[in-house]
């Protein structure tokens, strides 16, 4: 008999609306291979829901503060129900920027330098030279993210951006050229690497999850040597944070004139979107991975570690 499935979505961070639609397409994928399954839309008496439910396991399908950096996988932990994706410990320091940057970094993962700054004192003055980007410290999606290059109008309190919602934000220096990513399943990095090409802007929340406003390219047109090492970094940094079950790591290529060649780890993704737009199912597809096999694996996964 297959094991009864909660799947939990939505919640209340920044990246609700997005949870939902990856929760209800992992729901209807489990529902079809014969899994019982209830899905879950995560409020604060999630833990009461769950200790009334007893699932067997419980497919995490929130992206976000409170959903992906640690404090759902507690409760689970407390519940003893297993769950799909990684544990506490590195879903709570993948999701802070600045330490999984330390981290992967001491793991021989080239990350750009940064620093961390009072929100108030990016209106004082330029943190680091133009171009740079301004990042909540720990927000998933790009919510959030700014970019300021030379001749831009400087910050202001008024003007939408991280400052506005957190007392410390993110700066660091601005990487040119490619966007590039890959997955890690299980223990391996996946043979497809994707190249994201933004139509406008930069690969920002709305390039993400608006159908036609970016370009997925799979494989990635980059030389061998770069697609190789981006699936070398990939799974260095899934191990070195001590991910489970999948991940996805983003990375920049600067392939531009003029450029230094370098290729660094923006961040690793802990809980990657399910959506119809995702990359992580996209890549699984271009192994042979069905989305019903991927969802199934990821609940077999988790089950195993009961």
Same mark, same amino acid.
């Given at each position: 008999m297959k094991p009864h499935v909660a799947v939990i979505k939505g919640g209340w961070s920044a990246e609700r609306d997005v949870s939902l639609v990856s929760g209800s397409a992992a729901a209807r994928a489990l529902a079809a291979r014969g899994y019982r399954v209830t899905e879950i839309d995560a409020g604060h008496d999630l833990a009461q829901k769950l200790a009334e439910l007893k699932?067997?396991?419980? /497919? =995490?399908?929130?992206?976000?503060?409170?959903?992906?950096?640690?404090?759902?996988?507690?409760?689970?932990?407390? *519940?003893?129900?297993?769950?799909?994706?990684?544990g506490v410990m590195a879903s709570a320091v993948a999701m802070n920027k600045p330490m999984a940057k330390r981290?992967?970094?001491?793991?021989?993962?080239?990350?750009?330098?940064?620093?961390?700054?009072?929100?108030?004192?990016?209106?004082?003055?330029?943190?680091?030279? $133009?171009?740079?980007?301004?990042?909540?410290?720990?927000?998933?999606s790009s919510v959030g993210?700014?970019?300021?290059?030379? !001749?831009? =109008?400087?910050?202001?309190?008024?003007?939408?951006?991280p400052w506005q919602q957190n007392t410390e934000v993110m700066v660091e220096r601005y990487i040119a050229g490619r966007e590039l990513t890959c997955a890690v399943i299980g223990d391996r990095a996946t043979t497809g690497v994707t190249e994201l090409r933004p139509k406008r802007g930069f690969y920002d929340y709305e390039a993400k999850y608006s159908e036609g406003l970016t370009e997925h390219l799979i494989p990635a047109p980059v030389d061998p040597?770069?697609?190789?090492?981006?699936?070398?970094?990939? *799974? #260095?940094?899934?191990?070195?944070?001590?991910? $489970?079950?999948? #991940?996805?790591?983003?990375?920049? /290529?600067?392939?531009? #004139? !003029? !450029?230094?060649?370098?290729?660094?780890? *923006?961040?690793v993704n802990t809980q990657p979107g399910m959506t119809p737009l995702s990359?992580?199912?996209?890549?699984?597809a271009y192994e042979g991975i069905s989305f019903e096999d991927l969802v199934v694996w990821m609940v077999e996964d988790a089950s195993c570690r009961r």
């Open positions: 699932p067997d396991v419980a /497919f =995490n399908a929130l992206h976000g503060r409170w959903g992906e950096d640690g404090c759902v996988q507690g409760i689970l932990e407390v *519940l003893e129900i297993p769950y799909t994706h990684s981290v992967c970094a001491a793991a021989g993962v080239p990350v750009t330098e940064d620093r961390v700054v009072a929100s108030e004192d990016l209106f004082k003055a330029d943190p680091l030279p $133009r171009p740079y980007v301004v990042k909540p410290v720990d927000e998933g993210v700014v970019i300021l290059h030379p !001749g831009d =109008n400087t910050f202001s309190p008024d003007v939408e951006g040597e770069i697609y190789e090492r981006v699936r070398h970094l990939a *799974l #260095s940094a899934h191990r070195a944070l001590g991910c $489970r079950g999948v #991940s996805r790591a983003d990375f920049r /290529f600067d392939d531009t #004139s !003029g !450029g230094a060649g370098e290729l660094i780890l *923006l961040e990359l992580v199912p996209e890549m699984a």
